[in-house]
């Protein structure tokens, strides 16, 4: 099961970089902006339940799919691009095995443990 949801992401991944192809941006743009959703990491500077919920806002599928949205509607090729490499980092993430985070540790995702301490989390997906 794990490896067919890597399978998903990188179809996704994959689907991100031609969408970007689309848009009038130079390419290294999309390597620039791929980790900056990581940024939502900032939050467990306060606590694991501050950190977690605002990680898990910045890689949230619905938040990717409005930013999109917002710019298809409005023609705004700026919110589109945003949306793109929330999207691409999203699936990224997820292939090499970081999930939406639980209020406990940032080790704890909703794919399992992740680094050492980890080990011992539970998967959702087996």
Known sequence: MRDLLKLEEAAIFMLSIYLFSTLD??????????????????????N???GAFIYNV?????????????????????????????????????MMGYGLKFNDSFHHTHLGGIGKTGKSCKSTYG
């Open 25 to 46: 941006f130079a390419w290294w743009w999309f390597p620039a902006l791929l980790l900056v959703p990581d940024v939502g990491m900032i939050g467990y500077l306060f």
């Open 48 to 50: 694991p339940k501050i």
């Open 58 to 94: 910045f890689h949230h599928r619905l938040l990717a799919a409005g930013v999109a949205f917002y710019g298809l509607v409005f023609e705004n090729e700026y919110w589109i691009l945003a949306g793109v490499i929330l999207f691409a980092h999203i699936s990224f993430d997820r």
